[in-house]
């Protein structure tokens, strides 16, 4: 399936991808109305580490998604490869958060969790990460490996 | 002394999120957040306007425009020089500057206009018929030989193939990133051209795209080797540049580091100076020795190229070197850019790349040499209908080097020589490099080129004319408009409505 | 044919429904439901009495999962007997099932200590199921003074879903602190200061020793009036019908890493076993949600022919209160080393031990704390990676190149 991956060799740690992310999620087609005096909660987290080298990290849609498996309200699913979350039927309880070994789920400003759906259920069309980063650091791509 | 900048950093607060991309993005840490203020601030003194924060700038909130603060208008003493004078009576230094003059010199491509067909020879559609953009440089033979036996002699001169007319121009490996060489020589391996290492040296990385590969031989000697000369597709000897006529090349020491220091050859942290000249090459006869050498180092399976800058006696300049035993002559106008020159030397010395090209032609035709060599100009070729009036002017093929720099990213902020490129081009601080993809600089590369070749096709095809060997010289589809009888007597061409 | 058969319809049964189609589409399963409901999961009772989520909501699976898994649910029945050696079941009803691989999802129930005059209560509930919620629901008005016995992770979720609907909450507990099974002092303390800051009275290191009607008289002499008694006490496993079967048993059903039972073909999972804690190397009742699923589905894949474990079970706990959340995970050994982090709004504490992290508790910044979980149940060790930058923020940088590399650039 096709996956977000990261090239870290490209990533310019501007976080421009943090800020497509919490606009395209945002249900607003204005950024600024969107983004403007808030708190921005994206669902893709750029990391520095100790030598300086920066990556963005986003749900891996694991082939064996222990925040499924962990989901007390049935919530979270996978379906075709997404790994999604019925945002009707969490209740912000958090255990994704507790379990996800590469913090990928994250709480939103309501206190429920999100994580990256690869913008499939918003306006988007494609990920706003991949789409708005300046310096293809992050590719949405097949690499045919085994699920 | 103290200025008010030159730039102003206009943020619209209305619009601006706080996201800091610009200033994660500014290496010369203009912007900065004020966590007490909640609110972006800025340096407006460290702008240099190379407008990469308004181009990341998510939400359009920048912008940086001229400050209109000015000293007192005088149309003799503009503001540029009384700031020039300024600094220099501070300093004591020479200044530098980056990237090709841009004084409001003539532009003699604006003032040629190009012919197309009507009515009496049609024009041609490229788009149904084949049109050829191909061209080859290199010596041609004046007749046709026949062998012993009578068959044709097909033994030609080694020639560079090139699928269009165009060629990236030299810019060194230190000054310029790994990066953007690397993004030049896919590009131009890609497109069936050829890109030119500058006095760098050629990073091993980038052996494997020597067919399309230009390795240049200048004053310095820096990163020559037999290897290097065998990996190119041709050999440049450098012996001008038209941003700097008549002065060398200095890589301040900071900036060889690392493999920049090891492909030039030369200690880490050393300034690679170049001379201005060539220490063995005092006439045509010692450059002719040059030249040989190489041929003969590299048996003689490649071309050799001479660049020289656009200077007053060009055309004789010209003439000597295609009886030096070159195969093409490069000649480099003077609003060619830089990466760092004296900016006295580079905004007067030299003289425009159209009449040195149209008299170098006409000289070697007059002469009966011109299939001697092939001429490739530079120094300003910024667009395909440039081309077109370079190759109608006379020349075989075009350098471009400023254009490559902008479609790679650049934004002329004409601020090389301070090293901190904010696009990843003439920088090597790593943070910096990082910035150009060459998987994205090599695609714009290769979007820019296959943009003119389409565009060549279309003007050629509007003359009548389908291929690019019908039109060189070819000055009967210029016109000139605005020109003095003695400009449109150098460039050869006649004033439009004539 | 296979014939399945799961005695319970929680978490774990629904992921051993899972586990078995993931290998066995054919044979047929039957599901023995106690409750009327089909699957759900218990913690969410208190977001339903929160207006968090309802009935249609609280499923756990779609309306079709049943059919979808082609499982045949018996509603309102309880098995009462399991004979290993025919490998039969038999139901309250009298009926008896056959199965080729049974898989006991038995779950928990209330316990209830001694308490004298505890008849004398008119409205006494547990809160367990979604039954005890709705009959809490309308035995509970705007009026009513509530009174739980319990401030453990069930008791304090019932008082912070009846927040808003009662008049007042007084929760007890024997122990001297709130949530004293999964929280140390400083953790339960400040947890309690923001449960009473949303109005929940405490009475602990005290229980009732008495009930009158509708007032209890505490052991330190106190009397509670109250309407509404909620015992929440604590739970036990379910493990009658393993143990009247010869299998074994301890505080819960014994387990191996396939899940299974000692009894031939019989698996158990979920709330009613108990199974090895990788944190602290010991057997353990660890009644936790996404550990039962996971048994479930181990003890599926099994039952059905695959070859599945479940080796790394640690106790982990994501619970909120009012906005304020909590994460624990693993245990807190005796001669740990403990890195703190700690203001008004938050603690951090993470315990170290034998160059691994064996557990933490963490309230108030709940982000990407599952990094922190994943280093206790791989057992990593803290050499390897860069623990003087975890601990400050979980991240993968500080988990080397390697392992970034192998979860950013491949399938994971």
């Known amino acids: 399936m096709k996956r977000i991956y990261v090239k870290e060799e490209w990533c310019l740690g501007c976080r421009l991808c943090e800020y497509n992310c919490a606009f395209a999620n945002s249900g607003m087609t204005d950024m600024v109305k969107a983004l403007r005096g808030k708190e921005i909660h994206p669902r893709i987290q750029v990391e520095t580490d100790a030598d300086g080298i920066t990556y963005a990290v986003s749900c891996r849609h694991c082939t064996d998604p222990i925040c499924v498996k962990s989901c007390i309200a049935g919530a979270i699913s996978k379906k075709d490869g997404v790994i999604e979350i019925d945002h009707s039927k969490c209740v912000g309880c958090l255990t994704c958060v507790l379990v996800c070994p590469y913090g990928c789920v994250v709480e939103d400003e309501g206190g429920a969790a999100q994580k990256c759906e690869l913008c499939m259920k918003n306006t988007c069309g494609a990920p706003a990460c991949v789409k708005g980063c300046p310096n293809g650091a992050i590719v949405y791509e097949e690499r045919g490996e085994a699920e | ?498 | 044919m296979k014939q399945y058969v799961i005695i319970g319809n929680g978490a774990a049964a629904a992921g051993c429904i899972e586990g078995i189609r993931a290998v066995d589409t054919a044979g047929s399963i039957t599901v023995i439901s106690a409750e009327q409901h089909p699957v759900y999961c218990r913690p969410l009772i208190s977001y339903y009495l929160q207006h968090k989520t309802d009935l249609q909501r609280m499923r756990y699976r779609s309306e079709t999962f049943y059919a979808d898994n082609h499982v045949s649910v018996a509603f309102g029945r309880t098995a009462i007997e399991i004979s290993a050696d025919t490998k039969e079941i038999t139901l309250d009803s009298g009926e008896i099932i056959a199965y080729d691989a049974l898989c006991v999802c038995t779950g928990s129930s209330p316990f209830v200590p001694p308490m004298q005059g505890l008849e004398t209560v008119e409205k006494q509930f547990a809160f367990m199921t979604v039954d005890d919620a709705l009959a809490i629901e309308q035995a509970v008005t705007p009026e009513s003074n509530v009174l739980i016995i319990g401030a453990g992770l069930i008791g304090l979720k019932c008082a912070e879903g009846l927040h808003g609907r009662a008049g007042s909450i007084t929760v007890c507990d024997l122990a001297p602190r709130v949530l004293s099974s999964i929280l140390d002092d400083k953790c339960a303390a400040m947890m309690q200061k923001h449960l009473e800051a949303n109005g929940i009275r405490f009475l602990l290191g005290t229980s009732a020793k008495e009930f009158r009607g509708s007032k209890a008289v505490m052991q330190s002499g106190e009397t509670v009036d109250f309407d509404v008694l909620v015992l929440a006490v604590g739970v036990r496993a379910n493990t009658a019908l393993v143990k009247n079967a010869g299998g074994d048993v301890n505080r819960g059903i014994l387990t191996d890493d396939a899940c299974k039972t000692s009894l031939p073909d019989v698996y158990a999972a979920g709330d009613c076993t108990e199974y090895h804690d990788i944190s602290s190397d010991s057997v353990k009742v660890m009644a936790l949600m996404p550990n039962a699923y996971m048994q479930g589905h181990t003890a599926g894949v099994n039952m059905a022919g695959g070859a599945a474990v479940f080796d790394n079970a640690i106790p982990m706990n994501s619970i909120g209160f009012f906005g304020l959340h909590c994460h624990t995970a693993g245990t807190q050994p005796d001669g740990c080393e403990m890195y703190e982090e700690a203001d008004e709004t938050h603690i951090k504490r993470l315990f170290v031990k034998n160059d691994r992290l064996t557990g933490f508790m963490l309230i108030g910044h709940m982000h990407r704390t599952g990094i922190y979980t994943a280093l206790i149940r791989n057992q990593t060790p803290l050499s390897s990676v860069d623990f003087a930058r975890l601990r400050i923020e979980p991240q993968l940088a500080a988990m080397g190149a390697d392992y970034r590399e192998h979860v950013l650039k491949g399938a994971v």
């Open chain 2, 1 to 498: 002394m103290n200025f008010y900048p030159e730039f102003e950093v206009v943020r619209n607060d209305s619009r601006c999120i706080r996201c800091r991309v610009c200033e994660r993005q500014c290496a010369n840490e203009v912007h900065w957040y004020d966590a007490d203020g909640k609110v972006m601030l800025s340096d407006e003194s460290k702008c240099v306007n190379c407008q990469r924060c308004v181009t990341l700038c998510p939400t359009r909130a920048l912008k940086i425009v001229k400050s209109d603060c000015r000293l007192r208008e005088n149309a003799n003493y503009s503001d540029q020089t009384i700031k020039e004078i300024y600094r220099q009576a501070e300093t004591g230094g020479v200044l530098l500057s980056s990237m090709g003059n841009p004084n409001p010199l003539p532009v003699y491509w604006d003032k040629i206009l190009i012919n197309a067909s009507q009515v009496t020879n049609p024009p041609i559609d490229p788009l149904r018929e084949p049109m050829e953009t191909r061209v080859f440089l290199g010596k041609k033979p004046e007749h046709i030989t026949r062998n012993a036996d009578g068959t044709l002699n097909t033994q030609l001169a080694p020639q560079l193939t090139l699928s269009m007319p165009v060629m990236f121009s030299a810019m060194s490996y230190g000054s310029i990133s790994y990066n953007a060489h690397a993004s030049l020589a896919r590009a131009a391996s890609a497109l069936g051209i050829c890109y030119n290492t500058g006095e760098g040296g050629l990073h091993e990385d980038f052996y494997k795209y020597g067919k399309n590969t230009i390795v240049q031989v200048a004053s310095g000697r820096f990163g020559v080797h037999k290897d290097y000369l065998e990996a190119g597709a041709a050999i440049e000897i450098k012996m001008g540049q038209g941003a700097k006529p008549g002065i060398g090349g200095h890589l301040p020491g900071t900036k060889a580091v690392g493999d920049v220091a090891k492909t030039r050859m030369i200690p880490e942290g050393s300034d690679a100076i170049s001379p201005a000249p060539h220490h063995d090459i005092y006439s045509i006869e010692d450059l002719r020795q040059l030249v040989y050498s190489l041929k003969e180092a590299t048996e003689y399976r490649l071309p050799v190229i001479v660049k020289v800058a656009a200077v007053h006696n060009i055309a004789a300049i010209a003439s000597g070197i295609a009886r030096s035993g070159a195969d093409i002559i490069a000649i480099d106008g003077f609003r060619g850019g830089t990466g760092a020159a004296p900016t006295r030397i580079r905004d007067n010395d030299g003289i425009p790349i159209e009449p040195a090209l149209a008299a170098v032609d006409k000289r070697l035709r007059d002469e009966g040499i011109r299939n001697n060599v092939s001429i490739v100009c530079g120094g300003s070729v910024r667009s395909a209908s440039d081309v077109v009036k370079a190759i109608a002017l006379g020349a075989d093929a075009c350098y471009i080097a400023t254009a490559a720099c902008l479609a790679m990213g650049c934004h002329l902020c004409r601020s090389c020589h301070t090293g901190k490129c904010n696009w990843g081009i003439a920088t090597q601080r790593p943070d910096l490099v990082k910035r150009l993809n060459p998987d994205i600089g090599s695609q714009r590369l290769i979007n820019l080129m296959d943009a003119w070749r389409h565009e060549i096709k279309e003007l050629m095809g509007g003359m009548g004319i389908n291929s690019i060997e019908a039109l060189r010289g070819n000055r009967l589809m210029l016109r000139g408009v605005g020109l003095t009888e003695k400009e449109l007597e150098i460039l050869g061409i006649a004033h439009a409505g004539e």
